[in-house]
């Protein structure tokens, strides 16, 4: 089981730099992460993922080669590929990888409009190396929600919250 970090920022560029400096920390095999998704809010208050992953498309890629593949068996490759790319987005749209994206969609329902949401599930993680990492980071964010013991938590609040 992962552990979950629950980061705002008053803007989406830094979400979406938070993000890519974590990617670039998992490279560098100083964290692993099974999920990290950015939440926006709109002007209308509606709550947008913005997930890392896009299972919709590996969907129809996997379904597509399935399909080609089975085609072939019965003489007819593009109507497989056609029909495998199709049934896999479907289901690729309709499968929840990492974090549930109900519990994303809710929370962020509570987020004042324009606020902006990191949700990362780490599973293993070299925690002062990362926070060195995203030294950029310091103080300019905000811990929602952990699912870390007190000690880290209030170190990570610390870091994403300490004021200059």
Known sequence: MGTLIVVSFPE????????????????EYLIEMEDV???????????????????????????????????????????????GAGA???????????INDQFMKELAE?????????????KKVTGDKVLDGLEKFKGKGKVIQTSLNKDEEASLRAFLEAQD
């Open 12 to 27: 989406e560029k830094l979400a979406f730099d938070l993000r890519a400096s974590l990617v670039q920390l998992q490279k």
């Open 37 to 83: 998704v950015v939440v926006t809010k709109d002007a209308d208050g509606k709550a947008k993922l913005h997930q890392a992953v896009n299972t919709t498309a590996i969907g129809a890629v996997s379904g597509g080669f399935w399909g080609m593949l089975i085609g072939v068996l019965f003489l007819n490759p593009l109507l497989g590929a056609a029909v």
């Open 110 to 122: 509570s987020f004042n409009t324009g606020c902006t949401t990191v949700f990362i599930l780490v």
């Open 88 to 98: 896999g987005a479907l289901s690729g749209r309709f499968t929840d990888l990492g």
